[in-house]
């Protein structure tokens, strides 16, 4: 028995080892392939962090950002935008255009920055930058150190042969001075034009345009960006709710419980005529709220001094007053189907926000005459506006309206009891380095629209615009400021550099003298002579039927009827020639004038060029009054008929592309279009 207990014993005790020599080598096993695995993991580790290394490496090469000074402000441009520096005292400009003598357009995407107390400019660019464009809007916005969003803008080709509107949406970091795209699913539509503004932590987009070269369409939808969450959305209004028409170029003011708008641009299409340009002069006030469900326009009345009508004015907001800075723009005045006269300002106005809101003019003060106490103003505050103490900033606002009105526009208004007496601004006084100081002539800058406006503290400062003379447009390049609050004067930091011609623009054609005196004679008769000739018209409105008929003074004229033996393939290249040539901004204002266009009736096309083709009959007959008018008609058949063919296979080209009769007239005839028509004004 003794004896078995010790074979069992002796048995457990073997399986006792042999278990414990299976867990020591599986123990060792294990710890074997952990040192394994340890080591493989500091391996991945170290490759990851090479790779990340590698990538931070690539990344600042892809972001790196050229800084560099410049001298003076950034090469002559026009629809840029100036920004002030939400958390600084510096101006931000962004892109612009310029079109040169020669046609060709010129885009930039630099950025600058300006500082006042150091008189410098400083540009910066990244390879990261958003493209080249104009019209775009940019709203600045404190957090993170301060951030600039830009969206929309518009650009073309060197020859202007390709047009696009842009749709991104970035956002430029102050600190850094980097460039960050934000892609968003739901965003709105390409445009430019618009305008933005930034209301607690949203950022408000209302209006601009798209126009694709056969049409300007108007926009007045409004949405808004959660700077936050970094989503887009659309305020939908309903049909009946009241809110202001679709435009663009307008003013756009953020203020603690709204924003107001005021102003802008848009045309107006009717069938069978030219698109007319409309400057808007109506305030409305949009009262936002965090739920956009509860936001809503109010229409605002007109009160105080308001300016003339006008476009290309857009205001700079004066936020220590709370108050809208307008400078300059453009009158517009069609004087008939082909001529159009425009007057320039360069004078100032001020929009109270407060209330219903009020206008105000702002004049440079009268020097006080000698013998008066008079401060002299620091050196230091004149040549730097933001070195200013407080006492300066304080000054009591109510004394500008109390001083005596010293105009600064050239512009005459037509009611004079509710507007300031207006002297002439003289252009040369930009340039005059010896005038008398103590002259109480004001120094004004020159006349001028879409400047770029912005204001720092208390100074407004103004840089480059648009000057037109006759057909020549002029962009402008000096750069202004004024102290808002003291009104005592601009001083020009960089003179305008640029030859402008001024002066009474030259008229496009000059009736003959003997042809005045022959119509005076035959006053009698025009009205009977008007409706013998819009007869005429209809009878031959129709080309087709028996062709215009023809008197012996246009048997030899020097435009001859041309028949249709013109090979269907050769057709199609004129009529895409004919696409081609009408937007060439070289064309003659004859030619453009005696050129019918796709989709235009005999009649509608006799009508905006009779006085041509009464010029020409004048030139190969002796006809005086209606015959003359029947000798002009006649011409102007024969140009008809001759481009009848091109004519219709360019409409045939237009409906494969799915224009309808309206949006035809367009195509082709934008050298038809006067300077209110232009791009500039849109």
């Known amino acids: 028995m003794g004896k078995k207990k010790a074979q069992a014993a002796g048995k457990a005790a073997q399986k006792a080892a042999k278990k414990a020599k299976v867990e020591k080598k599986a123990e060792k096993k294990e710890t074997k392939n ?3 695995t340890k080591a493989t993991v500091e391996e991945d580790e170290e490759d990851l962090e090479a790779i990340l290394d590698k990538m931070a490496k690539q990344w600042e090469e892809q972001h ?3 800084e560099e000074t410049v001298e003076g402000p950034p090469s002559k441009r026009a629809n840029a935008t100036l920004t002030p520096c939400p958390n600084g005292n510096h101006l931000w400009c962004i892109g612009g255009e310029y079109f040169s003598d020669d046609g060709k357009a010129y885009f930039y995407n630099d950025v600058y920055r300006y500082s006042p107390d150091k008189d410098e400019w400083r540009r910066f660019t990244s390879p990261t930058a958003p493209g080249p464009r104009s019209a775009h809007s ?3 916005s404190p957090i993170a150190g301060g951030k600039l969003f830009l969206f929309g803008g518009e650009f073309s080709s060197l020859h202007q042969n390709t047009f696009h509107h842009y749709r991104d949406f970035w956002v430029f970091d102050i600190t850094t001075h980097s460039w960050d795209r934000i892609e968003t699913k739901v965003k709105p539509s390409a445009r430019s034009g618009h305008r933005m503004a930034i209301w607690k932590h949203f950022i408000v987009l209302f209006g601009g345009f798209h126009d694709v070269g056969i ?11 959660d700077t936050q969450e970094y989503k887009w959305q659309d305020v939908v209004f309903r049909d009946t709710d009241r809110k202001p028409t679709a435009r663009s170029g307008f003013s756009f003011l953020p203020i603690a419980e709204g924003i107001v708008l005021h102003g802008g641009y848009c045309k107006e299409y009717i069938k069978g005529k030219r698109p007319i340009g409309v400057a808007l002069e109506d305030t409305w006030f949009l ?5 956009p469900k509860e936001i809503k326009w109010e229409r605002r009345k007109k009160s105080g001094y308001a300016p003339s009508l006008r476009s290309g004015c857009t205001m700079a907001l004066w936020s220590t007053r709370s108050q809208g800075i307008l400078f300059g723009g453009v009158s517009d005045e069609d004087k008939d189907e082909e001529r159009l006269e425009s007057v320039f300002h360069n004078d100032l106005y001020g929009y109270q926000t407060a209330g219903n809101g009020r206008w105000v003019s702002m004049n440079i003060r009268r020097k006080k005459k000698p013998g008066g106490a008079k401060k002299k103003p620091k050196q230091e505050a004149i040549n730097n506006p933001s070195k200013r103490t407080n006492e300066e900033d304080e000054e009591d606002w109510d004394a500008l309206e109390e001083d005596a009105p010293q105009a600064n526009s050239n512009q005459v208004e037509a009611d004079a009891a509710m507007s300031p007496q207006t002297t002439e601004a003289k252009p040369q006084s930009i340039f005059d380095t010896n005038r008398d100081p103590d002259s109480d002539e004001p120094v004004l800058p020159f006349v001028r629209y879409n400047a770029m ?3 720092l503290r208390n100074t407004l400062y103004i840089y480059g615009g648009i000057y037109e003379h006759g057909s020549k447009e002029y962009t402008l390049d000096d750069f202004w400021f004024i102290q808002l609050d003291k009104m005592d004067g601009y001083t020009c930091l960089r003179p305008l550099e640029t030859a402008v011609t001024t002066g009474e623009a030259p008229e496009s054609s000059d009736d003959d003298g003997d042809d005045d005196g022959d119509d005076d004679d035959d006053d009698d008769d025009d009205g009977d002579d008007d409706e013998n000739e819009e007869d005429e018209e209809k009878e031959d409105e129709d080309p087709e039927a028996e062709g215009p008929s023809k008197s012996k003074s246009t048997e030899s004229a020097s435009i001859p009827v041309v028949e249709d033996v013109t090979p269907p393939d050769d057709i199609r290249e ?10 060439d901004v070289n064309r003659s204002k004859d030619d453009v004038i005696s050129t019918p266009l796709p989709g235009e009736t005999l009649a509608v096309f006799y009508a905006r060029s009779r006085e041509f083709w009464a010029q020409k009959a004048h030139q190969s007959s002796d006809n005086r009054g209606k015959l003359l008018r029947r000798d002009g008609f006649a011409m102007a058949g024969e140009r008809y008929a001759e481009y009848k063919p091109i004519l219709e296979e360019v409409e045939k080209i237009l409906a494969e592309a799915g224009l309808d009769e309206e949006e035809m007239k367009r195509v082709g005839g934008s050298g038809n279009v006067p300077l209110a028509s232009g791009r500039n004004r849109r």
Do not use: E, H, I, Q
């Open 64 to 66: 790196k950002v050229t």
């Open 34 to 36: 952990v040192k394994k």
């Open 453 to 455: 406006l912005a204001v």
């Open 574 to 583: 004129k009529a895409k020639l004919f696409m081609g040539a009408a937007n």
């Open 287 to 291: 009262k936002m709220s965090t739920n």
């Open 138 to 140: 940019v709203v600045a």
């Open 215 to 225: 049409r300007t369409n108007y926009l007045s939808d409004l949405w808004l960006f």
